[in-house]
């Protein structure tokens, strides 16, 4: 799984260079993710600009990762969703889940 | 004519070992072959998303399903494109799973199970599983309007 992890102001924003997720990269990023909220980072961003395609798996790790966070009172949002990929999030009403963000800038109030 | 022995206007076959690394390429398959559909006036870009998808958790449910003896380590995919309809044939010789008893997701507290074959199941317009000692063999169809 390529990412990029960059702090921004308060923010850790993982970016995935991929194209797809998928069940055979999904585990990466599960690990990835658990491993920033366990170092102690509380707000974490996970960036999909990247992103054109998203199966079931890619989903439940980021519903994994956003359940993770919040358990220890942090917080997992999601930017940069592509048409198809926001489609699979309303789809299986995962949009009323997460927060949403169309890009980076605006969730660290960088616009 | 709909029987099981209509001419096809694309026939592909594809048999990958029952690995996740060629989700993508058989998806991808998939998604180019909505791309070349003569004649459909739908969301083309939507319907190749939405194969790719079908075909990635069709696989990915037979490599999930797949230990067991008998099982070969390897899965055939058939995609079929007719005049008014697409199919997709998954056909693996893992141990199975019932269609029937497995859990829907509670969209409402959602955990994650049950999604793959949600989404199968929207996506595509008929779903069928079959057990057999021959194998078993996911069917999915999607009309071409």
Same mark, same amino acid.
């Given at each position: 799984?390529?990412?990029?992890?960059?702090?921004?102001?308060?923010?850790?924003?993982?970016?995935?260079?991929?194209?797809?997720?998928?069940?055979?990269?999904?585990?990466?990023?599960?690990?990835?993710?658990?491993?920033?909220?366990?170092?102690?980072?509380?707000?974490?961003?996970?960036?999909?600009?990247?992103?054109?395609?998203?199966?079931?798996?890619?989903?439940?790790?980021?519903?994994?990762?956003?359940?993770?966070?919040?358990?220890?009172?942090?917080?997992?949002?999601?930017?940069?969703?592509?048409?198809?990929?926001?489609?699979?999030?309303?789809?299986?009403?995962?949009?009323?889940?997460?927060?949403?963000?169309?890009?980076?800038?605006?969730?660290?109030?960088?616009? | 004519?709909?029987?099981?022995?209509?001419?096809?206007?694309?026939?592909?076959?594809?048999?990958?070992?029952?690995?996740?690394?060629?989700?993508? /390429?058989?998806?991808? $398959?998939? #998604?180019?072959?909505?791309?070349? %559909? @003569?004649?459909? &006036? +739908?969301?083309?870009?939507?319907?190749?998303?939405? /194969?790719?998808?079908? $075909?990635? #958790?069709?696989?990915?449910?037979? %490599? @999930?399903?797949? &230990? +067991?003896?008998?099982?070969?380590?390897?899965?055939?995919?058939?995609?079929?494109?007719? #005049?008014?309809?697409?199919?997709?044939?998954?056909?693996?010789? +893992?141990?199975?799973?019932?269609?029937?008893?497995?859990?829907?997701?509670?969209?409402?507290?959602?955990?994650?199970?049950?999604?793959?074959?949600?989404?199968?199941?929207?996506?595509?317009?008929?779903?069928?599983?079959?057990?057999?000692?021959?194998?078993?063999?996911?069917?999915?169809?999607?009309?071409?309007?």
């Amino acid at each position: 799984m390529n990412t990029d992890l960059e702090e921004i102001v308060n923010f850790s924003v993982l970016r995935v260079n991929e194209k797809r997720i998928d069940a055979h990269n999904s585990p990466a990023l599960k690990d990835q993710i658990l491993e920033l909220i366990e170092s102690g980072n509380k707000r974490i961003v996970v960036d999909m600009s990247a992103v054109r395609f998203v199966d079931s798996s890619g989903l439940g790790v980021l519903l994994s990762g956003y359940r993770n966070a919040a358990s220890c009172q942090g917080e997992l949002v999601l930017s940069g969703l592509q048409p198809q990929v926001k489609s699979m999030f309303e789809l299986t009403r995962l949009h009323r889940v997460f927060k949403i963000y169309p890009s980076i800038d605006e969730v660290t109030g960088q616009h | 004519m709909n029987g099981p022995n209509r001419q096809s206007e694309v026939s592909i076959d594809v048999v990958i070992p029952n690995q996740t690394r060629y989700l993508d /390429l058989v998806g991808e $398959i998939g #998604e180019r072959v909505c791309s070349e %559909i @003569k004649d459909y &006036s +739908g969301d083309r870009v939507a319907l190749g998303y939405n /194969l790719n998808l079908a $075909i990635t #958790e069709a696989i990915s449910n037979a %490599i @999930k399903y797949a &230990s +067991g003896p008998g099982s070969d380590k390897i899965i055939k995919v058939s995609i079929r494109v007719f #005049e008014h309809e697409l199919s997709v044939t998954v056909r693996d010789k +893992g141990q199975g799973f019932d269609l029937e008893s497995l859990p829907l997701p509670d969209l409402d507290n959602p955990t994650g199970a049950g999604l793959g074959l949600f989404l199968i199941r929207n996506i595509m317009d008929q779903v069928d599983y079959r057990r057999a000692p021959s194998g078993n063999v996911l069917e999915m169809r999607k009309g071409l309007r």
